[in-house]
Structures are given as C-alpha cells and as structure tokens.
T-cell receptor
Framework: KAGVTQTPRYLIKTRGQQVTLSCSPI?????VSWYQQTPGQGLQFLFE???????NKGNFPGRFSGRQFSNSRSEMNVSTLELGDSALYLC????????????????FGPGTRLTVL | AQSVTQLGSHVSVSEGALVLLRCNYS??????LFWYVQYPNQGLQLLLK??????LVKGINGFEAEFKKSETSFHLTKPSAHMSDAAEYFC?????????????FGSGTRLSIRP
C-alpha cells in the first residue's frame, strides 16, 4: 500500500507570492491533517479535513487555507507569503481521525520544505 | 487552555539503559495524549496514543506510556535503549472530540544514545 505523498518536496518562493501544496493520503483514509514545523514555533496544527469538510482548524491567519477533494486528496494554500512562513509542512492521514481505537493510527508524508525569500 | 510540557530538551542515555522522557499536560478534563517521534531528516511517526480507559499504552518499537491523572503526566518509557532510538520525541494533547485532530505539541525532547 502506498504511503502518504506530498508534492512538491521543496519550494522556493518570494514574499507576497502564493503557494499551493498537495497531499495524497493512503488509499481509504478520509481524514487529512496539515501541520507546520519551524525551529522557532515548533510543530503546530493547521487544519484537518474529513470527507471534503474542514473539521478542525488551528490558530493560523486566513492566509492559510485548504480543501479536500472527493478522492480525499488535499491541498493547502498560503497567500501573500511572509518570511515567517518558511517551514516544513507536513500532512498526515488516518482512516477516520485520531479518536479511534488503537488500529486507527496516523501516517505522515515526508513534508514539503517551503523557503520564502 | 490545553498545553503540554516536556521536561528536558535533551536527554542522553547509554545503550541498553532505561529511556524515560517526561511529559506533563494541562487540561480541565482528561484529554487525548500522544507521543510522536521524528528521526533525523525524516517525517513524523505516531508512537502511541491514549484515547481510552487503558492507562498503560503500548506503542511501536518497544515504547510505552502511562497516563497518570493524579500527576497529569504521560511519560514515555522504553526498558532498553537502542542506538536506533536516537531521535526527537514530541508529546502532544488534544480535546476529547470526535476527531481529536486539533493537536497541541510539546517543544520536543532530543534523545541521544551513548554507545
């Protein structure tokens, strides 16, 4: 079974531009979550999508948005990029979400490294 | 507001010794609790999670954690450290809702293993 894939793996943008990152979950998984990892702020939850609906959202400005398609693939978009948006963006998928039993585990993609110049 | 505190940003143990990584949480009601591991230059991996009544949770790679409500703790242990355990470990907490997805992470503990 293929793992979680994220594209692109590396991205360089300049301030003010916008960017779209893609995440393909494990087949059959309906929940996709996004996280930002930076040296200064650590790991932070961005949002979760389940069956094409945003089910939960972290404390990020409206410049950060996402969506999920009927095949569970998800995209996140960051508009008007700032230097502080430079980070590793991780996505993860689970069958139904993290509240399930022990078999309902979570699988992460390798991340997209975004650099904003 | 929920939060987690990981005691010790860096822990070093000898190969074969006990691994103990400390995590304390702050929450008005018992939350869901998680431990994640991140190997150098790799993505995250869920080690284990506490979501039900069983307070001792066994995870992958021989790790386990015990939920202690009276101490608001969820420490991660492994009886015998292996060189391959060297990594960054994150404790995390979320609300007891249907998705448990709004996770708050601790600042991480880097585990080093001495030969």
């Amino acid at each position: 079974k293929a793992g979680v894939t994220q594209t692109p793996r590396y991205l360089i943008k300049t301030r003010g531009q916008q960017v779209t990152l893609s995440c393909s979950p494990i087949s059959g998984h309906r929940s996709v979550s996004w996280y930002q990892q930076t040296p200064g702020q650590g790991l932070q939850f961005l949002f979760e999508y389940f069956s094409e609906t945003q089910r939960n959202k972290g404390n990020f400005p409206g410049r950060f948005s996402g969506r999920q398609f009927s095949n569970s693939r998800s995209e996140m978009n960051v508009s008007t990029l700032e230097l502080g948006d430079s980070a590793l963006y991780l996505c993860a998928s689970t069958p139904e979400g993290l509240a399930g039993g022990s078999t309902d585990t979570q699988y992460f993609g390798p991340g997209t490294r975004l650099t904003v110049l | 507001a929920q939060s987690v505190t990981q005691l010790g940003s860096h822990v070093s143990v000898s190969e074969g010794a006990l691994v103990l990584l400390r995590c304390n949480y702050s929450s008005s009601v018992p939350p869901y609790l998680f431990w994640y591991v991140q190997y150098p230059n790799q993505g995250l991996q869920l080690l284990l999670k506490y979501t039900s009544a069983a307070t001792l949770v066994k995870g992958i790679n021989g790790f386990e954690a015990e939920f202690k409500k009276s101490e608001t703790s969820f420490h991660l242990t492994k009886p015998s450290a292996h060189m391959s355990d060297a990594a960054e470990y994150f404790c995390a907490v979320s609300d007891r809702d249907s998705s448990a997805s709004k996770i708050i992470f601790g600042s991480g503990t880097r585990l080093s293993i001495r030969p």
